[in-house]
T-cell receptor, first 116, second 112 residues
Framework: GAVVSQHPSRVICKSGTSVKIECRSL??????MFWYRQFPKQSLMLMAT?????????EQGVEKDKFLINHASLTLSTLTVTSAHPEDSSFYIC????????????FGPGTRLTVL | KQEVTQIPAALSVPEGENLVLNCSFT??????LQWFRQDPGKGLTSLLL?????REQTSGRLNASLDKSSGRSTLYIAASQPGDSATYLC???????????FGSGTRLLVRP
């Protein structure tokens, strides 16, 4: 089946540093990937849509200069949280939609970010 | 603006019970609806996807129904097991962009 990985699974960093999270589709190509964040006991909120070879589309209220997204290949998208602060601590989940046009998305296992 | 609501927020049942989870959405112009399962601290596993033209989908002990006109979907779990304990999320696609709008989830505990 389709597998999406995320790295790292867990990261702790100091306030003011930048953190990069990778999302990879392991056995399929994904023209489109999505980044979500999830606060404790809350649902997933879409942050941005990442399109291979073009700029990401951000949802209202998401700072594009703080959450940098790069989708350089059909199997890799990265999310960089710049100058992280404690309020950025959250669970970040990516999903990938196969380029074959399937209706579904496949989700990664998530990355737990803790900013001290 | 589409809003997705799930009721109840939490549910605890003894093993073997049949149960129903509810999902409602305010804008009926959806592309499709999907039910997911999330285990604590983990990503999402897709359970069932219902196209807007469909009324229901079944997979094993799971059955999902969709009433698009009334803005409702239900997830029926038959003969629940402790391994079914997880958070269940419903999400709608509004158009072919495939952006998902999630409900707040139902946390299910099946007691042995």
């Amino acid at each position: 089946g389709a597998v999406v990985s995320q790295h790292p699974s867990r990261v702790i960093c100091k306030s003011g540093t930048s953190v990069k999270i990778e999302c990879r589709s392991l056995d399929f190509q994904a023209t489109t990937m999505f980044w979500y964040r999830q606060f404790p006991k809350q649902s997933l909120m879409l942050m941005a849509t990442s399109n291979e070879g073009s700029k990401a589309t951000y949802e209202q209220g998401v700072e594009k200069d703080k959450f940098l997204i790069n989708h350089a290949s059909l199997t890799l998208s990265t999310l960089t949280v710049t100058s992280a602060h404690p309020e950025d601590s959250s669970f970040y989940i990516c999903s990938a939609r196969p380029s074959t046009g399937a209706d579904t998305q496949y989700f990664g296992p998530g990355t737990r970010l803790t900013v001290l | 603006k589409q809003e997705v609501t799930q009721i109840p927020a939490a549910l605890s049942v003894p093993e073997g019970e049949n149960l129903v989870l509810n999902c409602s959405f305010t804008d009926s112009a959806i592309y499709n609806l999907q039910w997911f399962r999330q285990d604590p601290g983990k990503g999402l596993t897709s359970l069932l996807l219902i196209q807007s033209s469909q009324r229901e989908q079944t997979s094993g002990r799971l059955n999902a129904s969709l009433d698009k006109s009334s803005g409702r979907s239900t997830l029926y779990i038959a003969a629940s097991q402790p391994g079914d304990s997880a958070t269940y999320l419903c999400a709608v696609h509004m158009d072919s962009s495939y952006k998902l709008i999630f409900g707040s989830g139902t946390r299910l505990l099946v007691r042995p």
